[in-house]
């Protein structure tokens, strides 16, 4: 169960974002349509959504474990790292939707 966890961690949800980030690219250049687009960030907000799932389940088999052991277990050795986030994004989105620059009207 931890293994699901940890490669949603570190493969599939950092894959779903370069995945985007291309595709978003690619939609820049005209190359791509905007359904292209909202299809990738939907492929990527239901991993996010698998990823919560099997962490949940995780959490659940832990309390089990613990429940059946009779008393608390150290988790430091198996604690499950936090998703990692793409931190190039700029902080100010006021004009900007998936680092898609939006034209505000204010000239």
């Known amino acids: ?3 699901v966890v940890q490669h949603y961690t570190q493969v599939l949800l950092p894959l779903q974002q370069t995945i985007l980030s291309e595709t978003l690219k690619s939609y ?3 190359l791509t349509g905007v359904y292209e687009l909202l299809l990738t960030k939907q492929m990527q907000v239901q991993t996010a ?3 919560v ?3 949940r389940d995780f959490w659940l088999a832990w309390a089990d474990l613990e429940r059946a ?3 608390s277990l150290a988790l430091a050795a198996t604690a499950v ?3 990692q986030t793409d931190k190039s994004e700029p902080d100010d989105n ?3 939707i998936d680092g898609h620059e939006h034209d ?3 000239k």
């Open 94 to 96: 006021s004009n900007h």
């Open 69 to 71: 052991a009779g008393g």
């Open 81 to 83: 790292p936090e998703p």
């Open 104 to 106: 505000s009207g204010d």
């Open 28 to 30: 820049n250049g005209m």
């Open 53 to 55: 799932a099997a962490n």
């Open 1 to 3: 169960m931890q293994q």
């Open 49 to 51: 959504r698998q990823y």
